[in-house]
């Protein structure tokens, strides 16, 4: 169980030129006062997550394979909010199956090579990584749709709703 950004997170934006922010981090070690923009606000709503995972064990066979199932139930309050905003303007709203759960799962394979896949708000995730020794190597993609309203289908090679791609890649030394 977690809540994030408890009561909200809110972010007002002020401006400053370059000149004022050298001058004032030179002189008092300190960020310019700045002037606010009334019309640049951001909020981060709170949420509430429950999850689990499953990690069997398969005894000495988890040498060779190691597998771990993940699932979240989140967005409880954001979309609480959106369906009272709804209801207050007279509008439907429904809730999707695919904007509530998130699902992931990891095979560790001789305790070095793991290779990773998930599915969170519509987005489409898969990865690889190998932990040698203090060193760490993880790569993963992700792909979306452009629409989120609209059903990701890439089942036929059609790929016109496909708008969010993404690559990440770490190297990491651990100790």
Known sequence: LAITDLFDTRF???TASF???WESVST???LPEGQEIEDIRFLVPMDIRVGGSFHPDLGGLSFLIDPTVHMEIANFVPLMREAKIAKDNGREFTVRLG???ALGA???LLRIFAVRAGYYQGNFSAGLGAHLLFLDVNVAAYVGPKDPN???DISDGDLRNVGN????AEVAIRF
């Open 99 to 101: 904007d509530v759960i």
């Open 150 to 152: 609209v059903k990701l």
């Open 165 to 168: 791609v993404g690559l990440t």
């Open 28 to 30: 008092s070690q300190a």
């Open 19 to 21: 000149t004022e922010l």
């Open 12 to 14: 007002n934006y002020r």
């Open 106 to 108: 990891e095979v560790r």
